[in-house]
Each structure stands twice: as C-alpha cells, then as structure tokens.
C-alpha cells in the first residue's frame, strides 16, 4: 500500500511540474512592444459568435502615407487572417461601433499590433459601414476603410484540475478492483 502511495505522489508531482507557472506577457503602452509581440491579449479583440475580431487599422492599404506599414494579418502567429468566406463576410457585416466599445467608452482596438506608426482607428468609418479585410492600392476609393482581421473562436481545453479529477477517479476505479479480490 505504502508502494502504490508513493507511486501516486510521484505521479502528481510530476504532473504537475509539466505546467508552467508564468502568465502572459501583455505588451506595455510602447507601440513597439505592441508590435514585436507574439500574444495579442483579450482586451484588444472582441468575440461574437463563431469569431474573434480585431480592429487592426484606421487604413486599408499595406503602406499610407509613405510612412506607415499596415501588417498583413499573418504577422502574428495566433491564426489572424482576412475574412474572406462568405459566413466571415456576413459576421463582418453585422459588427457595430457598440460591439467595439468598452463600458468606460474607450475602443477595443489593436492597431498598434499592426500598423508601424497609426495608431489609432476612426469609430465615425465603423458607423458608416465602411469596413473591410482586405488590402487595396492608394488609388482604391477603399483606401479610408477600416480594417478587421478574424479568426475562429478556440474550442475551450480542459483545466489541469479536470484531468487530475479524472485521473484520480481512474486510479481509484482500479484500486476497487484490488479491494475485491
């Protein structure tokens, strides 16, 4: 019995130095760190239904001005891409100035992850519908449109205290067994 304890505690605490302790890093108010950052954190996109939104940019066109640079969705490695299936362009389609305001009236926006210098968006061209996940030339009349990257909303993984649980409940399933007999 004293073996089988052991060899329990042994388990346990190796699983659990599988975890790491750490949090996410979150990018500081420094638009490069913003930029440069690998983790795009839950304050800067919002989810409706199937989909995780994020307000990218006030511009539409890879380079403004000549002096910004507006990334490609792809430049973050957390499954950002353009909407560009049908049910992704209807999504779009419903997203309102509402759905992008906090409760203290400040935007969710996170267009300091993607553009080099704007770093900001334009809530009066999200009111008139001028939306768009695409990129287009200078001469575009979507040139002023804002722009919106999307991605699925994640499938929810169970907690480690869920498979320990579970884990648990299987060692003492096997461990009647042996009381039986």
């Known amino acids: 019995m004293i073996k089988l304890i052991l060899k329990f505690i042994t388990i346990f605490i190796l699983f659990n130095a599988s975890f790491a302790q750490a949090g996410v890093i979150l990018c500081s108010d420094t638009p490069d760190e913003c930029l440069n950052s690998d983790v795009i954190s839950s304050e800067f996109y919002i989810t409706k239904g199937d989909y995780q939104w994020v307000w990218a940019s006030s511009v539409n066109i890879q380079f403004a001005y000549g002096i910004n640079e507006l990334k490609d969705p792809t430049f973050h490695a ?12 209807a999504a779009m389609s419903l997203l309102t100035l509402l759905d992008f305001t906090n409760d203290d009236d400040s935007l969710i926006e996170a267009s300091t ?4 210098v704007i770093h900001g968006v334009n809530a009066v061209d999200l009111n008139d519908g001028l939306i768009a996940s695409l990129w287009v030339d200078g001469n575009s009349p979507l040139f002023y449109y804002e722009t919106f990257y999307v991605r699925n909303t994640p499938t929810p993984v169970p907690e480690p205290s869920t498979i320990m649980i579970f884990a648990i409940a299987l060692i003492a399933l096997s461990m009647r067994k042996r009381a039986i007999k």
């Open 78 to 89: 957390d499954g950002w891409r353009y909407a560009e299936s049908t049910d992704e362009l």
């Open 113 to 116: 992850y993607w553009n080099t």
